[in-house]
């Protein structure tokens, strides 16, 4: 089991989102990346359950909302505009060795540089 730290990600620009831990509540620990106004915390979810057949289910959820200035009568606050969500799930029978996870984990990390990809979310545009 790896030790709760902060989880760093990279946003558009390349700069550096840190994620740090905020609480373990049944088994789902939660980061959060905030600036001190809780309409604009970004969260990341990251859980791992046995399953009834003895495999296991790894979950990993990721939250980031877009905030804006929203003046009403005079007066500015920070209001939640849309967010954006992505999840991953991991399913792994019981039997699965280190480095066939290993290679899960290669795989989805070129996934992610792969123009396939980079086109779906980078651009909407779907494989033709």
Not at 72 to 86: D, E, F, L
């Amino acid at each position: 089991m790896a030790a709760k730290a902060n989880v760093v990600l990279k946003d558009h620009a390349d700069a550096d989102v840190t994620f740090a831990p905020r609480d373990t509540s049944s088994g789902v620990t939660t980061y959060v990346q905030t600036a001190g106004v809780p309409a604009d915390e970004k969260t990341l979810t990251i859980s791992m359950v046995k399953k009834t057949s003895g495999g296991r289910k790894a979950t990993i959820k990721l939250a980031l909302p877009v905030v804006q200035d929203v003046v009403v009568g005079g007066i500015s606050k920070p209001t939640k505009v849309r967010v954006a969500y992505a999840t991953l799930t991991l399913d792994f029978s019981e039997v699965s060795t280190v480095a066939e996870r290993q290679d899960m984990r290669k795989a989805l990390d070129a996934l992610m540089s792969a123009t396939v990809f980079t086109a779906l979310v980078d651009n909407t545009d779907p494989p033709y």
